[in-house]
């Protein structure tokens, strides 16, 4: 097992007017599980083939462990790779499968096969052993293909979006058995996702990406607690969290007429364009007396434990979209205008212009 290191790793495609991976920076533990997650294209594939050695580094290095592997055959990285797609022989039974690559180093038919027994027990796949890759789930299908993975014990997992294509429920549920086996076995892990939910919930460490450049690379939950910056505000935390366009005057933040409380730290930095951002959970409804903001009521989405209220505030004259958690048995009904605030720990200040975070 090893720490993966990538310095100033750069990817730049024959014929590309620039860079998908200008360079990155990124460190990986020893048995670390870590998240690369960003919207399509943002070149998260690219980094993971970089260090698969699937793709030509072309500056900057790539370090397992104490290797140097940045221009090594992708053979000798001592890795294994899970893909979108399971490609399993279609000819050849989950055994055989499963011990494919044992097979091609030739190691020994006696333990080639005490490894498949003991990565089946792992996967539950002992019964299935026997049976061709068109017999089984889709979920099931995807357990091989991890399990051609574990069978080799490699110093690294490579894994990009390895559940998109089973449906909703069995993508929970092979999203947790992934998640346990990886802490289980130890080995260190880089997995590629554009869903923050699967980010949020299989990492460590989540690294957030966007145009081949680092957002921020946090546990979810201080991504979810302080986004470095717009990018990664907007995009951990479903619904998205608030995020209103504000004038700074006087170390105070205005949206219209409503004054948000703000941080000292926020408060001692902004100045100009701000964008205040409040999670739909950090809202609290207040009475019109309090002064709060006035959000008129569009859409209730009631979830039972809770509901999440939809509506618009008129911000200096242009209606801006909210949202709002509520109780599930709040009643609140579509057309009436609530009033909601919030408190200074719970509002995240950025600067409009650069994006960056301005609040503690
Ligand atoms: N073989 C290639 N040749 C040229 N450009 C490529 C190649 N592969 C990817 N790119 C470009 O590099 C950028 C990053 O692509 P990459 O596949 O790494 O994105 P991604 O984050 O994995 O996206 P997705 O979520 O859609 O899989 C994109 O702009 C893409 O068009
Ligand atoms: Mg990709």
Redesign the pocket.
Known sequence: MAKVTFNKAQ?W????DSP??PGIDLEIDDGEFMV?V????????????MLAGL?ECNSGSIHIGDRDVTHMPPKDRDIAMVFQSYALYPHMTVADNMAFALKMAKVPEAERRKKVEEAAKILGLTEYLDRKPKALSGGQRQRVAMGRAIVRAPQVFCM??PLSNLDAKMRVQTRTDIAKLQRDLGVTTVY???DQVEAMTMGDRVAV?KD?LLQQVDSPLNLYDKPANLFVAGFIGSPQMNLIEAKAVDGQAKIGDYLVPVDPAASRKMEGNITVGVRPENWRVVAQSEGGLPVDVTVIEELGADAFVYGTSGVEGTPHDIIVRVGGRDTIHKGETLYVTTDPANVHVFDTDTGERLSE
Not at 13 to 16: K, L, R, V
Request: aromatic share 4%.
């Open positions: 990817r495609y024959p014929g590309a998908a991976v690369l960003g919207p399509s294209g943002c070149g998260k594939s690219t980094t993971l083939r793709e990009d979006e590629v996702t554009h990406m081949g």
